[in-house]
């Protein structure tokens, strides 16, 4: 084999080597991103809402935690904006003392209506939501 013949080569091994290590390399970083970019944007969300003092609003957090039961009234949950679930309720209590219920649990209403994160200026700002067209 010539010199020169050798060179190239030798140069096109290299060559092909670094492509394929480079390909190689992105889809392994490409695969450890991933997981980490999920979790950090996941701890991004849940600073953001707690940096600025529940920023969630009402109609947020009823939307994610609230609506499954209190949209069709599953297990008799008093429904969006029924006057007729709500002021028997509010009649009794007060707003203070649903809001207590739907912190601590009342019945089949489970606490904080499974919001594990949800403050309880939250749960307040969702219970408003759900009465403020009553
Ligand atoms: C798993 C279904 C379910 C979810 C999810 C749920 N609720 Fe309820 N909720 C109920 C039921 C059932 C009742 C009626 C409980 C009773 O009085 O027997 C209820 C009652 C309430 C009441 C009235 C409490 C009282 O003292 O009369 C409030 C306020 C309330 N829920 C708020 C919420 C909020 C806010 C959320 C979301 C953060 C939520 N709920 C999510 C089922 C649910």
């Known amino acids: 084999m010539k010199l020169k ?3 190239t080569v030798a140069a096109t091994a ?3 080597f670094a492509v394929q290590a480079q390909e190689m390399s992105t889809d392994d970083i490409a695969d450890r991103i991933k997981p980490i970019g999920q979790v ?3 701890g991004a969300t ?3 809402g707690a940096a600025a003092g529940g920023a969630r609003s009402g109609a947020d957090i009823y939307n994610s935690a609230c609506v499954a039961c ?13 006057a007729a679930d709500w002021q028997p309720r509010l009649d009794e209590k007060g707003f203070d003392g649903v809001w207590q219920n739907a912190i ?14 949800c403050s309880d200026d939250e749960i307040k700002a ?3 939501y759900m009465i ?3």
């Open 14 to 16: 290299v060559t092909v």
């Open 126 to 128: 969702a219970i408003e």
């Open 104 to 117: 601590n649990g009342i019945n089949a209403m489970p606490p904080r209506g499974t919001c594990g994160d």
């Open 132 to 134: 403020e067209g009553i």
């Open 46 to 48: 849940a600073d953001t």
């Open 40 to 42: 950090h944007v996941a």
């Open 5 to 7: 013949t050798w060179f």
């Open 70 to 82: 209190h949209s069709a009234g599953v297990l008799g949950a008093p429904k969006l904006n029924a």
